[in-house]
């Protein structure tokens, strides 16, 4: 077991090496264009302008029922159908 220590580190170290020397460069292209957007929002986008959900899209007319699941209020069965005097029959001979 002893034999396979030192690969055991060194492999880690290699990789941890490898990782940063890939990494470290894309984090800081990252830092840049963040830095750069929030320049470019402070330049363009004046300071009162308001962000708020009540500058949102217009509110859909209130004609309707306020629920979207509900239909209005629900049918009930007339007293003819809960009898069941309105079914037809075919054997009326």
């Known amino acids: ?3 396979y220590t030192l690969v055991i580190i ?3 170290i290699a990789f941890t090496a490898l990782a940063a020397l890939l990494l470290v460069p894309v984090y800081r292209f990252l830092q840049r264009e963040e830095e ?3 320049r470019m ?3 363009f986008v004046p300071e009162d302008f308001d962000v708020s959900p009540t500058n949102g899209p217009a509110k859909p007319p209130s ?3 306020a629920d979207p699941s509900s ?3 629900s049918e ?3 007293d ?3 009898d069941g005097s309105d079914r037809t029959s075919d054997n009326d001979s």
């Open 1 to 3: 077991m002893s034999d």
């Open 10 to 12: 060194i492999t880690f």
């Open 36 to 38: 750069a957007s929030k």
């Open 41 to 43: 929002t402070d330049q």
């Open 63 to 65: 004609d309707g029922p």
């Open 71 to 73: 239909d209005g209020p």
């Open 76 to 78: 009930q069965p007339s």
């Open 80 to 82: 003819e159908s809960k």
